[in-house]
């Protein structure tokens, strides 16, 4: 199992080696399985690289455990790997992998109309409520009673997605089959796309994703004219004053927050739905003959898309140059809302696309 958490959580509750060990045994002691356990603090070791590590782990996870909270939010990492692997989990249909659970209720985050995918998500996996465990003390009988709890539902889960995987032929699953009658049978049997439907996928969505990002910075530009817009603060103002023009900023943000909000969701979406195609894309690439191309076409289709770290990077300023201004004033923050959620969503974009050449 992997364990993705917020460090700045387990600084706290000092919970992550506590739950793991324990979920672990409670998982041997009630299905006689042996779990082995990931967490990046204890298994990635100095000089490892850490993005290809952390990948190979969440794709080779039997469960992914989400420890959420606003802190797990507002981790790009944290986000990137829910994302990486829930995309994975839904394009080989065993979502079960799944397993979320919420470190503390925080109903104003948390909530089945939240408009981050994640706490969407994770709504509908039906995440696992400790806050009473967390609370607790480690070896209380409530902090024992949640992992029975949660160990259960693991086997559950993990039982139900093996099922799932065993009627996967080895091409969906990345592998190959040594076998040609078994080969066979797979291709009558197989209803996932054939290499025409991917590539068709790819396009369509690909011109959607280009044309999120062209749109974007138009948008990111007006938010900017827009603060402008609202005027220079006087020399040494007054409270009242101060609240004037964060009202005259927050006006002038509501649009182009909006807008990027939009923008963001398009090339999200467009980009969860080229990453199933490109996961299946890479799966044909890795068992079909050399003379039919398809790794070289694989490796020109994500060629243009790398160096988009510095681009990242530059939108996670954005983002932190934002935090005064949403501490300023309640008008501001809520004026600003979209933006985040629309700036947040295309950073999550990039952190999948990256992993593609991988």
């Known amino acids: 199992m992997f364990l993705s958490y917020a460090r700045a959580d387990d600084a706290v509750f000092d919970m992550i080696r506590p739950f793991k060990e324990l979920l672990s045994h409670f998982v041997y002691a009630k299905a006689g399985r042996r779990v082995s356990a990931f967490i990046d603090q204890d298994n990635i070791e100095w000089g490892d690289i850490w993005s290809e590590r952390l990948t190979n782990e969440i794709l080779g996870a039997t469960i992914f455990i989400p420890l959420l909270s606003a802190a797990y939010l ?33 109903p104003g985050v ?8 994640i706490v969407s998500v994770s709504s509908q996996r039906q995440w696992e409520d400790i806050e009473d465990a967390v609370l607790s003390d480690r070896g209380s009988a409530e902090w024992k009673r949640t992992m029975a709890r949660l160990a259960d539902r693991f086997v559950r889960s993990y039982q139900a997605a093996e099922g799932r995987l065993a009627l996967l032929s080895p091409d969906q699953l990345g592998g190959t089959s040594n076998d040609a009658k078994t080969a066979v049978k797979d291709a009558e049997e197989d209803e996932s796309p054939g290499l025409f439907e991917i590539m068709a996928t790819i396009d369509a969505q690909m011109a959607t994703m280009t044309s999120a990002a062209e749109s974007m910075a138009p948008a990111i530009q007006a938010l900017g004219n827009a603060a402008e817009g609202a005027g220079p603060l006087p020399p ?3 409270p009242k004053e ?11 943000f509501e649009s182009p927050a909006r807008e990027i909000e939009s923008v963001g969701h398009q090339m999200f979406t467009a980009t969860t739905e080229l990453d199933s195609a490109m996961q299946r894309l890479r799966y044909l690439a890795g068992s079909a003959p050399d003379s039919m191309g398809l790794s070289k076409a694989y490796a020109d289709l994500v060629a243009p898309l790398s160096g988009l770290s510095e681009v990242r990077d530059q939108l996670m300023d954005l983002l932190e140059t934002m935090r005064p201004a949403e501490l300023l004033s309640v008008p501001l923050r809520k004026s600003l809302v979209p933006a ?12 999948l696309i990256q992993a593609w050449a991988t």
């Not at 829910?82 to 925080?106: D, I």
């Not at 948390?110 to 995918?117: G, L, N, T, V």
Request: aromatic letters at 8%; charged letters at 20%.
């Open 74 to 106: 507002d981790s790009p990492n944290c986000r990137a790997e829910f994302n990486r692997f829930y995309s994975n989990a839904q394009t080989l249909g065993v979502t079960e992998l799944l397993l979320p659970v919420l470190v503390l209720k925080a």
């Open 110 to 117: 948390f909530h089945d109309a939240s408009p981050d995918e």
């Open 236 to 238: 040494s103002p007054s």
């Open 242 to 252: 101060i609240q004037m023009w964060s009202i005259r900023a927050a006006h002038g």
């Open 340 to 351: 985040r959620r629309g700036l947040t969503r295309v950073t999550d974009s990039i952190q």
